[in-house]
T-cell receptor
Framework: KQEVTQIPAALSVPEGENLVLNCSFT??????LQWFRQDPGKGLTSLLL?????REQTSGRLNASLDKSSGRSTLYIAASQPGDSATYLC???????????FGGGTRLMVKP | ETGVTQTPRHLVMGMTNKKSLKCEQH?????MYWYKQSAKKPLELMFV???????ENNSVPSRFSPECPNSSHLFLHLHTLQPEDSALYLC????????????????FGPGTRLTVL
């Protein structure tokens, strides 16, 4: 059974810092990995999707990497801003879209 | 309306009530999903529909009954729920589940916050 773990569970940083969020998964037979952002009490916003054949994806200040063989992904946020405060979730797709398994999330607070 | 919408946004119900959650997607997708997000637990997949046919039921109790009348609409009918069913229920959609497609980004609605008294 696929298990997804995110470390740390919570993170507080001053504005302007670069930071890395970690995601690990136990079964490397995945189709893709997706990073989401969730604001309190709200739905999920898709940030980046990395296909299993890719090593990284970039969108603005966000960069996500994938190392399938070691079962790891990282989300790098450059020059963090208070508006980046949210919970970040990673999810692995191990059945071509049928089954997304989510991690528990990292709750990020960026202080002005 | 764009993206994925869900109604109602908040719902309070007693254990003997019957209610329904509604999800609508305006993205031209053919796959739709229900997820449950409880406090301090990871998001859990409940049901998957592809072209109106249910393809996954992740061992969900029968007091939750999904319905997908067409590719744009998904319902979750609720009856005789328990207090532990209180959670945020999220709907999502994606292009479809055609065999061999490895890219299948899911787009989520804002969720329905359900409280069972």
């Amino acid at each position: 059974k696929q298990e997804v773990t995110q470390i740390p569970a919570a993170l507080s940083v001053p504005e302007g810092e670069n930071l890395v969020l970690n995601c690990s998964f136990t079964d490397s037979a995945i189709y893709n990995l997706q990073w989401f952002r969730q604001d309190p009490g709200k739905g999920l916003t898709s940030l980046l999707l990395i296909q299993s054949s890719q090593r990284e994806q970039t969108s603005g200040r966000l960069n996500a990497s994938l190392d399938k063989s070691s079962g790891r992904s990282t989300l790098y946020i450059a020059a963090s801003q208070p508006g980046d405060s949210a919970t970040y979730l990673c999810a692995v797709d191990h059945n071509a879209g049928n089954m997304l398994t989510f991690g528990g999330g990292t709750r990020l607070m960026v202080k002005p | 309306e764009t993206g994925v919408t869900q109604t109602p946004r908040h719902l309070v119900m007693g254990m003997t009530n019957k209610k329904s959650l509604k999800c609508e997607q305006h993205l031209g997708h053919n796959a739709m999903y229900w997820y449950k997000q409880s406090a301090k637990k990871p998001l859990e997949l409940m049901f998957v529909y592809n072209f109106k046919e249910q393809t996954e039921n992740n061992s969900v109790p029968s007091r939750f009954s999904p319905e997908c009348p067409n590719s744009s609409h998904l319902f979750l009918h609720l009856h005789t729920l328990q207090p532990e069913d209180s959670a945020l229920y999220l709907c999502a959609s994606s292009q479809d589940l055609t065999s061999g497609v490895s890219y299948n980004e899911q787009f989520f609605g804002p969720g329905t916050r359900l409280t069972v008294l």
